[in-house]
């Protein structure tokens, strides 16, 4: 995978809180996508905006001891949210009504050639900001 690979903030709590059940194994896919990119060194992405969500649900402490398992295979990087993108973002909102979060989300992996890696089916309606796939089609 030549392309940086943007985590959106649903696949770090799929993997965080081992989300899922045996019929749907969300966490699972999620590591063996997440442990294909530590052999591959694909290059991984997040933003600010992905630690400002994640936070709500997780301790700082929590969320470094996650990222740094990729720190330390240097195949992680962190990306700030621009006002630029955030001003798209919100001309976006009113165009197709899908969380603001999430457009800011396409834009700043479109803005990073980086494919979004997620499985909320409102970035299907952002297909035309940003090509997006889920871990297991990547596994």
Do not use: C
């Not at 900001?129 to 889920?134: D, L, Y």
């Amino acid at each position: 995978m030549t392309r940086p690979l943007y985590l959106d903030t649903s696949i770090w709590i799929d993997y965080m809180e081992k989300r899922g059940d045996a019929s749907f194994p969300l966490w699972k896919w999620t590591m063996d996508f997440l442990s294909k990119a530590i052999i591959n060194k694909w290059t991984i992405m997040y933003s600010d905006l992905v630690i400002e969500e994640i936070i709500h649900r997780h301790k700082l402490k929590e969320i470094d001891e996650t990222f740094s398992i990729f720190y330390h295979q240097k195949i992680i990087s962190g990306v700030k949210v621009t006002p630029s993108q955030a001003e798209e973002a919100g001309r976006e909102y009113l165009i197709v009504r899908v969380p603001f979060p999430d457009i800011l989300h396409a834009i700043v992996a479109r803005d990073h050639d980086a494919i979004l890696i997620t499985r909320d089916k409102h970035f299907n309606k952002l297909r035309h900001i940003v090509e997006n796939k889920k871990p297991e089609e990547l596994v």
